[in-house]
């Protein structure tokens, strides 16, 4: 007797099978870009497209597209995520977005048939930035804001160039073409929300409004080294207890300027990082995000401001170098009111949100109508094995998934 599978078995199903491309002993995933794991995934997952009756092809650089032909010439509807991961990340973030997106499509494509509008799932080739020091390689060249001169002089941590890599995976630059899409005109992206808010609030999907600038620096404090034992604190030039007073200075500053600003000191290299010697350097990173630039405009200009008024108090030099500035991406308010009638009809609990991590979404955001939807993330982890989305909450986000490509593809 044949056993009637559920509909979350199918999602769950791909999810897991993905999972086994670059399964690590520790339960996790490492799936690198251009590794042998990362390659493996791409080609399995084209097979598995062309199975399900799309069109499924690589564009220049390994992004991969499943493409439905639509009735109407002309306008695109591209829908899926990343498929590179963390190192010793967990089996759903970027995975779920491509499942959801593949899965969807398949579906209306055996109820419906053809669409009006061309409908694409992608697995953008990368996002994450875990192998090499750049992110948004895929969609960025989608978009066309990233070429091969922007990598030619870049390596992983092991000393390989990325044009090498790209070339040991198939894809080699001699044959590159400008991957620029003038036909993508609008981009949907299903992600895990890597946060506790939705959980919180016992709410199944995440409307995103927002995406979260991002600014990053590297400080350092230049004061003196001397012994710890006969400096007398009041002549001391101490670069660890200049930062203290700055990183609490900054925390502080940030909690009163605005509820969503978050600040994170993450990185600290301290010279000569010896316990019986007063530091005379200190180097350490500053992850600034909000929504509004204007904010981030204002928090900068207050911390900076109180940096320098501090080091010529104390008698200290500093150093500011910023090496990221994203711009925060505010998305599409008719995708986003699409999604909140279907989730209304199908009564789906919801919530608006801002999402302060970064996706493929706040590159496509500037440039075409964009939507990103959350689903769960147990307990807020991610980037982690143990890294989790209940099967209801799976199945939730492609049923509104589906039913957002069917009104805008089909209708």
């Known amino acids: 007797m044949l056993v009637k599978r559920k509909a979350t078995d199918e999602v769950c199903d791909v999810i ?20 042998p794991a990362w390659k493996e995934a791409q080609h399995a997952l084209k097979k598995k497209m062309e199975e399900a009756g799309l069109h499924a092809y690589f564009d220049s650089v390994g992004n991969l597209f499943g493409r439905l032909e639509g009735t109407e010439a002309g306008e695109t509807i591209l829908t899926g995520s990343h498929i590179d991961t963390v190192i010793e990340g967990g089996k759903y973030d970027g995975a779920y977005g491509i499942a959801a997106s593949f899965i969807a499509v398949s579906r209306l494509l055996r109820q419906y048939g053809a669409p009006r509008k061309t409908m694409e799932v992608v697995s953008l080739c990368e996002e994450e930035g875990s192998r090499f020091p750049l992110s948004f390689w895929g969609s960025k060249n989608i978009r066309g804001t990233f070429s091969l001169d922007d990598v030619k002089d870049v390596k992983d941590s092991q000393g390989i160039s990325f044009l090498h890599a790209m070339q040991a995976s198939g894809f080699s630059p001699e044959n590159d073409s400008p991957a620029a899409r003038d036909d993508v005109h609008r981009f949907i992206e299903m992600h895990i929300e890597q946060g506790m808010v939705l959980e919180k609030n016992q709410n199944a999907v995440g ?55 978050v600040a994170t000191v993450g990185r600290m290299e301290v010279k000569p990082n010896v316990p019986n010697v007063v530091a005379g350097e200190i180097e350490f990173s500053l992850d600034i995000r909000h929504h509004k630039t204007e904010v981030m405009d ?25 090496w990221m500035d994203e711009a925060p991406v505010e998305l599409d308010t008719e995708m986003a009111e699409c999604a909140r009638s279907i989730a209304q009809k199908q009564n789906i609990r919801f919530q ?22 959350f689903v769960p993330s147990r307990s807020g982890i991610s980037h982690s094995p143990k890294e989790y989305t209940a099967a209801q909450d799976l199945e939730t986000g492609v049923a509104l998934l589906e039913e957002v490509l069917y009104k805008i593809a089909y209708q």
């Open 16 to 35: 897991e099978w993905l999972a086994s491309f670059g399964k690590t002993a520790g339960g996790g995933v490492t799936r690198l870009l251009y590794t």
């Open 207 to 261: 409307i995103v409004t927002h995406i979260v600038g991002q600014r990053r620096y590297t400080i350092r404090i230049e004061g003196e080294s001397n012994h710890a034992g006969t400096t007398p604190m009041p002549f001391r030039k101490d670069a660890v207890s200049a930062a203290a007073e700055f990183i609490s200075y900054l925390t502080r500053k940030a909690k009163e300027l605005d509820p969503l600003l």
């Open 298 to 322: 204002q928090f900068c200009s207050d911390i900076f401001t109180a940096l320098e008024k501090q080091s010529e108090a104390m008698q200290m030099k500093f150093l500011i170098s910023q």
């Open 352 to 373: 608006d949100m801002v999402s302060g991590a970064g996706h493929d979404a706040q590159v496509f955001g500037p440039f075409c109508p964009t939507l990103l939807l």
